[in-house]
């Protein structure tokens, strides 16, 4: 690392001022899985926005930028969690009795097998290439997203047909998942096994992708087996230089290029370098120069997008992350050799709503986290499923920005949010309450 550019006291500093104001605001009590998700957002949001101070060609109001969007990320997040406080409870009681009605007979084992089988549907349809189970190809990053970015990809109605049915039915599987806790082995299989399915339909899969999947099964065990958590926190300090390593390697094999193992402090430093190079550089970039985002079309994007695509089209809405990339780079989404570079949800609030207005994305952001908090960590029976809101959101919201987040937590969510209203208007408070009676009356 270039200690010319690089300040470890500024990094240091920059760390402990985040962590400060976190602390000023955990003094507001919130669930044990809220509380979780508000320090993972903290350290993502000081990685991928505010550790750029650290670099001395980073100008000062950069900070006040990241320090600004994180104090208004958690007013917003406080001030809906205390508004919407009985909420998530009037929400557990009217979906527990459905969820518990599926552990009758094999609901639950019938949704995770469905879900495997349209998972492993990409491999059939529309030619046969289950043989790559057994023989994956090596990475190819490059292939994978200039499909992307030139619409090379093709898909057919049933193919489209099946991505529908398994994006409604992925947050019920992470509800089943919940049902494994006392079988953590079968546990880690579900988990990975459709990791390695998708990896071996496309020949790629994004770090992020496996880290979020790792954390979250980390952080599942933790919660909800504390009888095992001495020996969860030994392994997770044991593997870490390994989990450094791997995310190293693989930065350079997803490319093709042949990796050279030079130590895990050499690795730590290029990941911290290029992790937190990217808001100095292109974020720096987005506030420098006078470029936003058309907020007609941004709206169109963000209010068309849980609806499905086949029904009313391409909608052609603001891609933010992508726009960046092209003002950056100097270049349309369409020329050979352009990929997305991410500047962080610091200076993409800048490109979406200016430098005054700013803070109106954090506001934004910080009350859907605190609205979908509400949503899913009073049941137990839902644990999975908070686990991977929560450790999903701390790490696209700082990293992807809404780009990232968004489409996830609606259209990944859809199903359940749609299971979650139903159940609101069938349940009855008054019924429930009479048969509360009738039970205190028989004891």
Not at 14 to 21: E, F, H, K, T
Not at 245 to 268: D, E
């Amino acid at each position: 690392m270039n200690s010319d550019t690089f300040s470890w006291i500024t990094f240091l500093l920059s760390g402990s001022l985040s962590l400060l104001i976190g602390w000023v605001f955990s003094r507001f009590r919130t669930a044990p899985p809220t509380a979780i998700f508000l320090v993972l957002l903290q350290i993502s949001l000081f990685i991928f926005s505010g550790a750029a101070v650290a670099y001395g060609d980073t100008p000062i109001n950069y900070a006040g930028y990241h320090y600004a969007f994180l104090i208004s990320f958690l007013i917003s997040f406080h001030i809906c969690y205390y508004l919407l406080r009985g909420f998530g409870g009037h929400v557990a009681r009217s979906i527990n009795p459905y969820l518990n009605s599926l552990r009758i007979g094999h609901g639950w084992n019938y949704i995770i097998g469905c879900y495997l089988i349209l998972c492993i549907f990409d491999l059939i349809y529309p030619e046969n290439r289950l043989a790559k189970l057994f023989q994956p190809e090596a990475p190819d990053l490059r292939s994978h997203f200039q499909e992307r970015m030139t619409g090379e990809e093709t898909s057919t109605l049933l193919g489209t047909l099946v991505y529908y049915l398994r994006l409604l039915l992925l947050p019920f599987y992470f509800v089943a998942l919940s049902r494994l806790r006392n079988r953590l082995p079968l546990l880690l299989v579900l988990v990975a096994v459709p990791l390695y399915i998708n990896y071996t339909s496309q020949a790629y899969i994004a770090r992020g992708t496996i880290m979020i999947s790792v954390l979250v099964f980390c952080l599942y065990s933790w919660i909800y087996r504390p009888d095992r958590r001495k020996l969860i926190t030994v392994l997770s300090l044991v593997m870490t230089p390994f989990i450094f390593v791997f995310l190293h390697a693989w930065q350079v094999i997803r490319l093709g290029n042949q990796y050279h193992f030079s130590g895990i402090i050499s690795a730590v430093e290029e990941l911290i370098i290029m992790e937190t190079s990217f808001p100095r550089d292109v974020g720096m970039f987005v506030i420098n120069t006078n470029v936003h985002a058309d907020l007609a079309s941004y709206a169109k994007w963000v209010f068309t997008l849980p609806v499905p695509k086949f029904i009313i089209g391409n909608v052609q809405g603001a891609r933010i992350n992508y726009e960046i990339a092209e003002h950056f780079l100097g270049v349309g989404r369409e020329v050979k050799g352009y990929y997305v570079v991410l500047g962080g949800v610091v200076a993409e609030s800048v490109y979406i709503f200016g430098k005054k207005w700013f803070f109106l994305h954090a506001i934004t952001m910080g009350f859907l986290a605190s609205l979908f908090s509400h949503l899913t960590d009073k049941l137990e029976v839902l644990g999975y499923l908070s686990c991977m809101i929560i450790v999903y959101s701390a790490y696209k919201i700082p990293a992807s920005g809404i780009s990232g987040y968004l489409p996830y937590i609606l259209n990944g969510n859809i199903s359940f949010i749609i299971f979650v209203i139903i159940c609101l208007f069938r349940y009855s408070p008054q019924a429930n309450f009479s048969c509360m009676s009738r039970r205190i009356g028989r004891s």
